[in-house]
Every structure is written in structure tokens, then in C-alpha cells.
């Protein structure tokens, strides 16, 4: 059974830093992109950042650009979405999902997604 199961959220002031972590398993991997998706309340789900199996690619939201950064570790079939400069609106739900195809990826398409990780950034 295929599990994504994130962590590192968490409340944090405007301006602070977090690192979410992503760890996939049930199956082998490999190959596959890996992304970070977020939902605010009451608005739909959005595209936050990806990466590719090697790395040597990524993709990120305008919003965060220049402030977050995806990483993965494939030994561990993990991924990391580091958040610095956070914003009041950065607050919503993270989700990672896992997907064959980096383009499929990148706008929502997924088998796989985890349960989620509240991140709540305090003005």
C-alpha cells in the first residue's frame, strides 16, 4: 500500500523558516517527480513547487519563488520543501504528491497524495 506521509508543519511568525519532509513508500519509486501542492481555506488546491527523480529539474509557484526550495532524497524516497521568508499567506494545508511524469505533475495530476500538513504563518 502506497503511503506519502508529511511532517514538519507547524505555526510560525511572518518572516520564519520551516522545512516540511515527504516520506513515500509501498512501492518502488523510481523515476517518478515529486511535488508540493497547498490548500487555503476556502480556496482550491494549488501548485507550490516539483522536482524531478534527479533533481537537476524544478519548477516552482511565482508565489514562492526565491523563498522556498524542493529537494529530494531519493535513497529515502523523501522530499523536502524548505520555506524561509514565510508569509501570512503561505497559511494552508501542504500536501505532496508523487507522479510519474513531472509535466503531469505540475498541474495536479497524481495517484498519489499524501494526507497533508497544516502550516499557519502569524502576522
Known amino acids: 500500500q502506497v503511503q506519502l506521509v508529511e511532517s514538519g508543519g507547524g505555526l510560525v511568525q511572518a518572516g520564519g523558516s520551516l522545512r516540511l519532509s515527504c516520506a513515500a513508500s509501498g512501492r518502488t519509486f523510481s523515476g517518478y517527480a515529486m511535488g508540493w501542492f497547498r490548500q487555503a481555506p476556502g480556496k482550491e488546491r494549488e501548485f507550490v513547487a516539483a522536482i524531478s527523480w534527479s533533481g537537476g529539474t524544478t519548477y516552482y509557484a511565482d508565489s514562492v519563488k526565491g523563498r522556498f526550495t524542493i529537494s529530494r532524497d531519493n535513497a529515502k524516497n523523501t522530499v523536502y520543501l524548505q520555506m524561509n521568508s514565510l508569509k501570512p499567506e503561505d497559511t494552508a494545508v501542504y500536501y505532496c504528491?508523487?507522479?510519474?511524469?513531472?509535466?503531469?505533475?505540475?498541474?495536479?495530476?497524481?495517484?498519489?497524495w499524501g494526507q497533508g500538513t497544516q502550516v499557519t504563518v502569524s502576522s
Open positions: 504528491a508523487v507522479e510519474g511524469l513531472l509535466s503531469r505533475l505540475r498541474i495536479g495530476v497524481s495517484d498519489y
